[in-house]
Nanobody, 120 residues
Framework: VQLQASGGGTVQAGGSLRLSCATS????????VGWFRQAPGKDREFVAA???????TYRDSMKGRFTISRDNTKNTVFLQMNNLKPEDTAVYYC???????????????WGQGTLVTVSS
């Protein structure tokens, strides 16, 4: 599975961004896609993930501000981020695997990251 993340940028606190993760490869319908983020000096942390069926799961602190969705016709997963805060500043990565876990080391496929910077 190949993944390509895009959509990062610089936004003021309170603003919004939508990240995209374009996927390709075989048997995509058997893979979930997840978003993780890594702030400077911190470990990579789980943000949200979605199955082919559309079932999704979120890190508790992201619920209500972040929404994950997917367009299976375009093999693309989106992460809509609203009311962004400076602490959301991080490199955001999308990953794929058959099983959703919050541990990034268990995910088998990764795209390159996209940088999100939220200024105060």
């Amino acid at each position: 599975v190949q993944l390509q993340a895009s959509g990062g940028g610089t936004v003021q606190a309170g603003g919004s961004l939508r990240l995209s993760c374009a996927t390709s490869g075989r048997t995509l319908s058997t893979y979930a896609v997840g978003w993780f983020r890594q702030a400077p000096g911190k470990d990579r942390e789980f943000v949200a993930a979605i199955r082919w069926s559309g079932d999704s799961t979120y890190r508790d602190s992201m619920k209500g501000r972040f929404t994950i969705s997917r367009d299976n016709t375009k093999n693309t997963v989106f992460l809509q981020m609203n009311n962004l805060k400076p602490e959301d500043t991080a490199v955001y990565y999308c990953g794929a695997d058959r099983v959703i876990t919050s541990a990034w080391g268990t995910w088998g496929f990764w795209g390159q990251g996209t940088l999100v910077t939220v200024s105060s």
